[in-house]
Every structure is written in C-alpha cells, then in structure tokens.
C-alpha cells in the first residue's frame, strides 16, 4: 500500500512539474487534481480494501461487531469527502450511485436488500454485480450491519448477511479500483488536470469550472442533506428517516466532511487554490467566503448529538436551520460571487436543456 | 424534370450532412457557425461565426431560442423560439439585421423547431395548441416577397407536444418527433409525465399522416432527428421516469423498416443520463453523433453499422452539426470543438471560438 503511494506521489510529482506553464488556472487546476481530488480517491480506494478486509474478518469470527461498524463508517466518511471532489470518472455512468443511495424516500435499501436475499440466498459477487445499485453500495452495507431488524451478533442472521455483506465490499473495492485507475496513466485524469487540450478539457478554465461545478453541486447537495430531515420541504414536519446515513446516526459527521473537502478546494494546496485565484480586487469576496467556512464549521463541530436526535429538540432545530443558513450562503458565494469572479460558466444545457 | 426529383435535389442540402446554403455562401470561405447563445450578463443572442472565430454578427433577441432554419436559396435564417416562447426571429445572415419578430397566434406556442421548405415559400413550425395543451400543431408560415413570414395555415403534428421536424429526402414528407409531453401555456411544466404518448410521425404538407410508431417505454420522450439522404432517420429521446432504468435513447427507422432502437452499448448508454441532447449525421461519412450534456460525453457512431466510432468527454456538449470533416459541436461551459472522422482515430481539435453559453443546436452554413 504504502509502495503504491509512493509510485503515485512520483507520478504526481512529474505531473507538476509538466504543468509548470505559469499560468494559474493551469497550475490551480493541476494542484488541486493532484494534491486533493487523487488523493481523496486513493484515501476512498484505501478504505475500500480495508471494508473488504473488516467484512472477510467479521465472518470469519475474527472481528467483532463494532470493528466492523468503525470500518464502515471509515469508508462512508472517505466517501462523503469525495462529494465536492466528483469529477471524472465517478461522475460517469451512474458509478456514484452504486456507493451511496440517497435519497431514498420510499426505504428501497431495506426492501430490495430483502428481495434480492429472497432470490439469491447465497448471493455470488456476480449477483452483486448484476444487481440493482440500491444493494451494491454503502447504503446497503449500511443497512446490514446498523438496520434494527437486522442482529449480526446472532450466528444465524451472520450466516444469512454475510456472503452479501462480503460481496458488497468486494464490488465497491473494485468500483474504487477501478476509478482509481482511470486518474493514472497518460491519458488518466490526472493528466487531463495538468496538460492541456487534452480529450476531455480543451484549457484550464474548462478544468477549473469542472472543479468548482462539482464543488458547488456538493453545496448544494448539503442543504438537501440537511434540509430533508429538517423538514422544509415537507411543511417543517422533521423527516429523521430521510436523513442520509440515519441508520449510522453519521448524517453530521458526513456533511462535515463534505464541508472539509469544499474547503480544501478553497485553500487549496501552496499558493494554488480557488482563494488565491480571485485578485485583489475580489478581496471582500475571499473575507465573506473565509467567514462563511468558518461559521459552518463552529456550527457543525457544536453540535454533539446525532441528528436524529436533534430534531427532536426545538432549540436545536433552530441551530440546524442556522447551519442550513450558513450551507446556503457558501453555496450561494461560490455559485454565483466565485463563477462570477473566475469567469466561469456553471451549467447551461446539461441543467435547462430541451 | 420530375417536380419529385428536383425537390430531392434542392432537400439534398436540407437533411443530414447540413452543410446548409451553399448557394449564397462564398466558396473557399470558413463555414458560417449559426446558433443561439447568451452572454454573460444572460441576454440572448442569435450569433454568426465563421469557425475560425469571426463574428459575423450577434443580433439580441428577446428570449432563448433553441434551433436555427436556413432558407434554402437566400441568406437569410430563423432563430425559433425555445419553448414557451412565443417569438422567433428572421435574420439576414449577411448583416445580421434582425428582419422580422414573428409571433404565434393567440393559444399556441413555439416548441424551438422549425424547416422551410425546399422553395423556400413555406416555413413549418412545431408548435403546442395552448386551448388544448399539448395538442401537436405544425405552424404553417409564407415568406412573401418583402421578405417576412405570415401565418398561412396549420396542420396537426398527430401527436402530443412535437419538437424537432425535419424533411424526408423526398421532399414532401415531414418527420415529426412529438415528445408526447403536455405543457400549458407560458410553462415548461410536464403535466403528464403517468401518461405520456410520444411517437414519430411521417406527414405530408398536405396534412395527412402517412405512419405514425412508438418506442416500447412511453416515458421516453422523442425529441431530436436527423435524417440521411438515403431516408435514415435517427431520433433521440429524453427519458422522464426513473434514472435507474435501462432505457435506449437512440431509435432509428430505416427506409422501409419500422422504428426501432439504434443498438448502444451499456458502457455508453450508462453515460448518457437518460438526456441526449442534438444529434446530427454526416451523410458522406455515414456517421451519427449525438451530445449528452448531463453525462457530458460525445458519442459518434457509424450509421449503418452501429459500431462505436468515439465516446469522449465535453462538458456540457450541445448543439453537433456535420462538417466537411466531421462534426462541429458547441457547449454551454467550454470551447467548441471540431471532431476529424476522416480517419479510423477521430481527432479533436478545440475551435477559436468564445466558450461557453453556446444554446441547443447548431447549424453549419
């Protein structure tokens, strides 16, 4: 493992030094693609082979519950940080939702796991392959190992999850692999971050709206996270069971480290970040959005329960509806003040086609 | 000669390859690059380029349009209003003078397409009959002899909520993708996404329905063509149900043959997001390109045999016309791009032209 990070931190290095143009949409884009998106996928990819690992030991009765539950939450937490991060190829061919299956209004994570265990008793990793999305991904995993119903502590029920619960791992390692391995090479991802045209980006600011597209996607997708649960669009009527990861009572710590992630594209990595793009002259700007990170990270890290239990409280509900407040105003500065600033387009026919 | 075979001749020019209106356009001169697109501040603009980065001209318009008709023997063209709009536009493509805002009559509204016909007398429009939304109608405009368009007639489009219409190669036919689904008047809104009737539809101008076929899913809303000389015609759909069905997006009906899917790999069709966009056809080449804007991907495939010609990313990819070497195509966020398919690998080449903003369609003069 450690091998593999080397050889890639050297194909990172010669990757640098390629785009060493001295423009800084180019070296912004080939920072950020090395320093934080790769690296947020290999840190994804790791925790992937150590789910297979945790999953092989736990029914091998070499592992207990909890260990296997940490594991998980290790994964799904290195997942939630890819969010702002999803460009390239796990943003292709609907492979994101094979990780994750959000939202899930009508409860399909529990009803097609036990459709697909009622048909498949034993399922293969083929099985898994050829399933739906719902049962391939985390959700799934997430269901098996914290659901209620459901008592991995009883050797029957071990028995019956457990080929599943190991062959989710397995396609999600591969799922990992196989993106990972797409970022490498000459024509990888990588590459098309750091030396242009190239087939996928014509010049860097075609990278960098990529980046922040996915970057503000993901801010977005933080009010819809939160907001769900909160109730707003369903008349301030709290929704505890449409929350992401309500079952690993992990909704909070996934959106914090969504908003970990956002930050990173925002400070970036040296002197190469979206901050150090605006000039001078867009210094309120880097004040308000500075301000604005912070303030959502004081209200994330305050809060110290999960939040299925928070909405139950009236006076943290009105916290949460601030932190929502606060997701809405990074949202709206980088959308609107930061595309604006950087002379980037976000979307036109791919979100009001015909 | 025949009044068929003539049509054939002078529609030549008006279906597939699309290299339109040769017969103003200097030869040996950079092709004319016609579209709508915004600026930065979001106004609208129908924009003439020549592919070397020229602007011809960039005439405001009240509103987005979505597809542009050339006249077939003067410079002049039609930005059609996107739907709901109720505006399109008659350019001179030498000046860029903005000749005439034509507008529907009261309860009916553009659907963003529209063709002249081969004489270049009659204008054809996809329009939806507001009294009774979604009721397909075919506007039917003369251009008189000062050069601006009058409301003449209409036709039924035998469907629901048409979009793209285009000429058969015989001239007389029309191909008509009605989306098959309903919007009320000033919306976009689908109101009947549970019962959605999409269909193609052969018609002549004299208002009847030659055939009319479906796809399996009726949730797969038909809304671009293009169509070879031979009488090929490619339509591709804009799915509205659920993102995790495995829905084909392409159909084709060759002549003779009933409609039926164009065959595309899950490796593609995954990438598409159940959303195409354009597609257009290189007759000579015999090849179909096609833009994903959601799944950001361009995909070329050779018409007769279905075999994959190219799947490459391009963010926000829209209008795809053919070119002398392949296909143009532009993007809402990026550079437009020119794709060489004369040879077994396509080579990309990003165009000089600004980025990003570039609407729907394009066409090629």
Redesign the interface.
């Known amino acids: 493992m450690m091998l593999k990070k080397i050889v890639y931190g050297l194909a990172g290095v010669s990757l640098l030094a390629c785009s060493n143009s001295g423009d800084p949409y180019q070296q912004t884009s080939a920072a950020l693609g090395e320093q934080v998106i790769y690296q947020a996928h290999q840190q994804w990819q790791a925790s992937n082979q150590q789910l297979v690992s945790s999953a092989q030991a736990f029914c091998q009765d070499g592992q207990d519950l909890t260990q296997t539950r940490d594991d998980f939450l290790h994964a799904q937490h290195a997942w939630a940080a890819l969010q702002p991060l999803l460009i390239g190829p796990l943003n292709e061919g609907n492979r994101a939702w094979q990780v994750q299956f959000w939202p899930d209004k009508k409860n399909l994570v529990a009803r097609q796991v036990k459709q697909f265990l009622k048909a498949n008793p034993e399922p293969s990793l083929a099985d898994v392959d050829r399933g739906s999305v719902v049962i391939q991904g985390l959700s799934a995993y997430e269901y098996l190992v914290f659901d209620p119903e459901i008592d991995l502590g009883d050797a029957m029920q071990k028995q019956r999850y457990c080929p599943l619960l190991q062959n989710i791992a397995v396609h999600q390692q591969q799922l990992a692999d196989e993106v990972v391995g797409q970022w490498q090479g000459q024509d990888g991802m990588l590459a098309q971050l750091t030396a242009f045209p190239n087939q996928r980006y014509a010049e860097p600011l075609e990278a960098l709206t990529a980046i922040l597209q996915a970057q503000v996607i993901s801010l977005d997708g933080l009010k819809k996270k939160l907001g769900t649960p909160l109730g707003r669009t369903s008349k301030d009527i709290v929704q505890p069971y449409q929350a992401q990861s309500w079952r690993s009572q992990a909704s909070l710590s996934n959106l914090s480290a969504e908003v970990e992630s956002a930050l990173a594209l925002w400070q970036g990595v040296d002197t190469h970040s979206l901050r150090s793009l605006l000039t001078t002259e867009h210094a309120e700007l880097v004040k308000q959005i500075d301000a604005a990170y912070l303030q959502a990270q004081h209200e994330l890290a305050a809060f110290k329960q999960p939040l299925s239990e928070l909405l139950q409280d009236e006076q943290q509900r009105k916290a949460l509806f601030t932190l929502y407040e606060s997701f809405d105003r990074l949202h709206r500065l980088h959308e609107k003040e930061v595309a604006r600033a950087l002379g980037v387009q976000l979307g036109f026919n791919a979100h009001d086609g015909d | 000669m025949q009044r068929r075979s003539f049509l054939a001749g002078s529609l030549a020019a008006l279906v597939g390859t699309a290299v339109l209106g040769w017969r103003f356009w200097p030869q040996g001169r950079q092709p004319l690059l016609l579209s709508a697109r915004?600026n930065?501040a979001g106004e609208h603009f129908a924009v003439g380029y020549t592919l070397s980065g020229e602007q011809l001209f960039a005439t405001q318009v009240l509103e987005r349009c979505?597809d542009i008709c050339m006249h077939p023997l003067l410079p002049l063209a039609v930005f059609v209003g996107?739907?709901p709009s109720t505006h399109s536009y008659l350019i001179d493509l030498q000046t860029g003078q903005l000749l005439q805002t034509f507008t529907t009559p009261a309860n009916r509204h553009f659907q963003?397409h529209a063709v002249f016909d081969a004489q270049g007398e009659h204008l054809y429009s996809t329009e939806n009959d507001t009294d009774e939304p979604g009721r397909g109608v075919i506007g039917v405009w003369k251009l008189n002899s000062a050069q601006r368009l009058q409301r003449a007639t209409e036709l039924s489009s035998f469907g629901v909520g048409p979009?793209q219409l285009l000429w058969m190669p015989d001239g007389e036919t029309l191909v008509v993708a009605n989306g098959g689904i309903r919007t009320e008047s000033g919306s976009r809104e689908e109101l009947n996404l549970d019962a959605m009737e999409p269909s193609l539809v052969l018609m002549n101008t004299a208002g009847a329905c030659l055939s009319k076929e479906v796809l399996a899913d009726s949730m797969n809303s038909i809304?671009h063509l293009a169509v070879a000389s031979d009488g090929t015609v490619i339509a591709v759909q804009q799915y509205q149900g659920d993102?995790?069905q495995r829905i084909d997006l392409l159909a084709v009906k060759r002549p003779q043959q009933a409609f039926q899917v164009f065959p595309v790999a899950e490796?593609q069709r995954?990438?598409m997001?159940q959303?195409a966009?354009s597609v257009a056809i290189h007759d000579e080449l015999r090849l179909v390109a096609m833009t994903a804007?959601?799944?950001?991907?361009v995909f070329i495939w050779d018409l007769d045999s279905a075999e994959l010609r190219l799947d490459?990313?391009?963010?926000?990819?829209?209008g795809v016309a053919a070119s002398a070497e392949g296909f143009i195509v532009t993007s809402?966020?990026?550079?437009c791009?020119a794709y060489d398919c004369r040879s077994t690998n396509i080579r990309?080449q990003?165009l000089s032209l600004p980025?990003?903003?570039?609407?729907?369609h394009a066409r090629l003069v």
């Open positions: 915004d930065t979505h996107r739907r963003g979009h809304r993102w995790q490796q995954s990438k997001q959303y966009a804007p959601r799944g950001a991907r490459a990313p391009f963010p926000d990819c829209a809402g966020v990026g550079r791009r990309m990003p980025a990003g903003r570039w609407d729907n």
